[in-house]
T-cell receptor, first 117, second 109 residues
Framework: GAVVSQHPSWVICKSGTSVKIECRSLDFQATTMFWYRQFPKQSLMLMATSNEGSKATYEQGVEKDKFLINHASLTLSTLTVTSAHPEDSSFYIC?????????????FGNGTRLTVT | GQNIDQPTEMTATEGAIVQINCTYQTSGFNGLFWYQQHAGEAPTFLSYNVLDGLEEKGRFSSFLSRSKGYSYLLLKELQMKDSASYLCAVLDSNYQLIWGAGTKLIIKP
């Protein structure tokens, strides 16, 4: 079945540094991928929609310059948290839909737990 | 605005049956999904309904009534591993997923 791979699973970084998270669709092409953030005991919050070959669409309140998204191919999207701060510590999850199947469900990566010290 | 409501938390006993309700008001409808999310993990897909009625998958069933803007997830023969959050999500007319806040299900022995 469709699988989405996300790396790294967890990362600890110092305040002010940048962190890159990769999201790959392993056996299907994903023209669109989604990036979510989830704080403890809260629901998923959509951050941005990543479109292959074009600019990402960011949700209101999400800083474009802080959360850089690149969707360079049909199987890879990356999220870079620039100049990370402790308040950016969260669980980041990517997802993609297999467009071969109408209304197919979102397939999620396993998530990346980011801790900024 | 778009809105999805589901209970914040439910408690049930191992071996019993529990029904988690979800009501929605969205701009258009292209299907409703249920996901399971264990603490600290990404969501996993459980079911998809686009037509009215009941879809059964083993111990889990999902029901949809489009006229009422209502769905439920039914879990039978509850097991301790079913303790998780259950997320209801609706695909709107723009094929955007609108998420409910999730229902935390606690299973007691």
């Amino acid at each position: 079945g469709a699988v989405v791979s996300q790396h790294p699973s967890w990362v600890i970084c110092k305040s002010g540094t940048s962190v890159k998270i990769e999201c790959r669709s392993l056996d299907f092409q994903a023209t669109t991928m989604f990036w979510y953030r989830q704080f403890p005991k809260q629901s998923l919050m959509l951050m941005a929609t990543s479109n292959e070959g074009s600019k990402a669409t960011y949700e209101q309140g999400v800083e474009k310059d802080k959360f850089l998204i690149n969707h360079a191919s049909l199987t890879l999207s990356t999220l870079t948290v620039t100049s990370a701060h402790p308040e950016d510590s969260s669980f980041y999850i990517c997802s993609a839909r297999d467009l071969r199947t109408d209304n197919s469900p979102l397939h999620f990566g396993n998530g990346t737990r980011l801790t900024v010290t | 605005g778009q809105n999805i409501d589901q209970p914040t938390e439910m408690t049930a006993t191992e071996g019993a049956i529990v029904q988690i309700n979800c009501t929605y008001q969205t701009s258009g409808f292209n299907g409703l999904f249920w996901y399971q999310q264990h603490a600290g993990e990404a969501p996993t897909f459980l079911s998809y309904n686009v037509l009215d009625g009941l879809e059964e998958k083993g111990r889990f069933s999902s029901f949809l009534s489009r006229s009422k803007g209502y769905s439920y997830l039914l879990l039978k023969e509850l097991q301790m591993k079913d303790s998780a959050s259950y997320l209801c999500a609706v695909l709107d007319s723009n094929y955007q997923l609108i998420w409910g806040a999730g229902t935390k299900l606690i299973i007691k022995p």
